[in-house]
């Protein structure tokens, strides 16, 4: 499966390098019932449509909210109202989770590639194909794309982000250290020397691998030392894990030393991260691209980015980020509502303000060959390595069936065991195999 999503991914990331060159906690509750209450509303009654988004007020929110309110002021029937999930992409599922269990689901939402597979086999599911001018919406975007969004020839959400990991280096931390900012890191080992500069020579930290509440950005550390799936389909069609093999392991336990030797903290949770690099205790981080606009907002001294980097051994290589529109709405009035909102959002003018103001990257030609993003790249410079890197991403790994959930549950509790010393790689991957084996294999 991730063999066919990363030859995918490939096709649509080398179509947006030509074309350039050419030019992981439960939501909160509204007052109103949940999305999919049946929608039949008075005469002078709009239909509420409820969004699940993920967009926080430094990744995109006015954005969402901006598009929102054009879409509500443009017609009279249908009102959309966002609401903003704080517990990152996995909270987002689990919440949706629960709001299933109990009949309810919001409307429209929000859905990391990485929960595509999962998503489609545990909740309502429209086609986007089987809806008024899907077909022909569709073409607007990468071919490739609309592919990953795809299960079993049913295209269960429209993209709407593209992502991948960059590095972010504190100007005036690593100018200090000694550190010369024209000439940055290309491997992990001089990712490590400059973490300990400056842990040493400042009153910083010197690294942190973002660790939101998914595994994304630790698939990508594996993924730099070799390991470039974390499970693997046996010939007689069982499923294995691989995340506990030498590179897996070689991986896990690089960023294990560094923390261990003070030149760096682990620090869970996005927001944790994101407030220690901007308030200037951090001097390197790595992280998603899509948190660069909301750096520019947040930080008040210069950073500079980088592309990520691999052991010097192995192709640099990461797996793709970003989301999905979902509609998870079962009365047919809101889905009508929910597909209208959905193209609205995703018109260049909102997507194109979506990217402006995240650092995502379009999956829309239309919007990444426009005039408008061409100027938007030669002023925010921080955001064209994650531009010039899409050659080298890949598909992200998803578990298979029922098993997804809780095993990249289970991968950030490895995650932090190892990164907090309570457990050696060897030992917490190895245990972590054994259960995933068994997951993957009663789903």
């Not at 990485?114 to 809806?131: G, H, Q, R, S």
């Not at 990444?368 to 890197?389: D, G, W």
Request: proline share 5%.
């Amino acid at each position: 499966m991730k063999n066919l999503r990363k030859t995918l991914v490939v096709l649509l990331v080398l179509a947006m390098v030509l074309s350039i060159c050419a030019c992981g906690q439960k939501a909160e509750t509204p007052s109103a019932p949940a999305g999919d209450a049946p929608a039949e509303a008075k005469s002078n009654e709009k239909i509420t449509i409820e969004f699940w988004h993920r967009a926080s007020a430094d990744q995109g929110l006015g954005a969402i909210e901006s598009a929102a309110e054009a879409f509500n002021n443009s017609q009279d029937r249908f009102v959309v109202k966002p609401v903003y999930n704080s517990g990152e992409y996995r909270g987002l599922i689990q919440s949706l989770v629960a709001e299933a269990a109990s009949g309810n689901t919001p409307a429209i939402a929000q859905i990391a590639w990485a929960w595509t597979d999962y998503f489609a086999n545990n909740f309502p599911v429209t086609d986007i194909k089987t809806l008024e001018n899907g077909p022909e919406y569709l073409k607007e975007f990468e071919e490739s794309i609309v592919e990953v969004a795809t299960v079993n020839d049913t295209v269960v959400g429209l993209p709407f982000a593209l992502s991948t990991p960059i590095f972010y280096y504190n100007v005036e931390l690593c100018t200090a250290a000694g550190l010369d900012v024209n000439n940055l890191p290309t491997t992990w080992d001089e990712v490590a020397e400059w973490a300990h500069a400056i842990a040493e020579k400042t009153d910083a930290e010197g690294f942190c691998l973002a660790a939101p509440q998914d595994f994304w950005g630790d698939e990508y550390l594996l993924d730099s030392f070799g390991c470039t799936s974390l499970f693997e389909v046996n010939s007689n069609g069982t499923y294995a894990a691989t995340f506990n093999n030498e590179d897996g392991v070689k991986a896990l336990s690089f960023v294990a030393d560094l923390y261990k030797r003070g030149d760096g903290i682990y620090l869970a949770g996005a927001d944790a991260l994101k407030e220690a690099f901007a308030s200037g205790k951090l001097g390197i981080t790595c992280a998603t691209c899509s948190w660069s606009a909301g750096f520019t907002q947040t930080c008040d001294f210069e950073f500079v980015t980088t592309s990520v980097v691999s052991d010097g051994v192995h192709a640099v290589t990461a797996p793709a980020g970003g989301a999905m529109l979902c509609i998870t709405a079962t009365d047919p009035d809101q889905i009508e509502g929910a597909w209208e909102f959905m193209q609205f959002l995703t018109a260049d003018e909102y997507l194109l303000q979506w990217c402006e103001t995240t650092g995502y990257l379009p999956a829309k030609p239309s919007v990444r060959n426009s005039a408008e993003y061409a100027a938007y790249l030669a002023e925010k410079p921080y955001i064209v390595p994650a531009v010039n890197f899409v050659p080298n991403i890949s598909a992200p790994s998803l578990f298979p069936g029922e098993s997804n959930l809780t095993i990249q549950a289970k991968l950030c509790d490895m995650r932090d065991a190892i990164y907090t010393g309570q457990k050696d790689a060897v030992t917490a991957t190895n245990e972590l195999a054994k259960e995933a084996n068994i997951l993957m294999n009663e789903s």
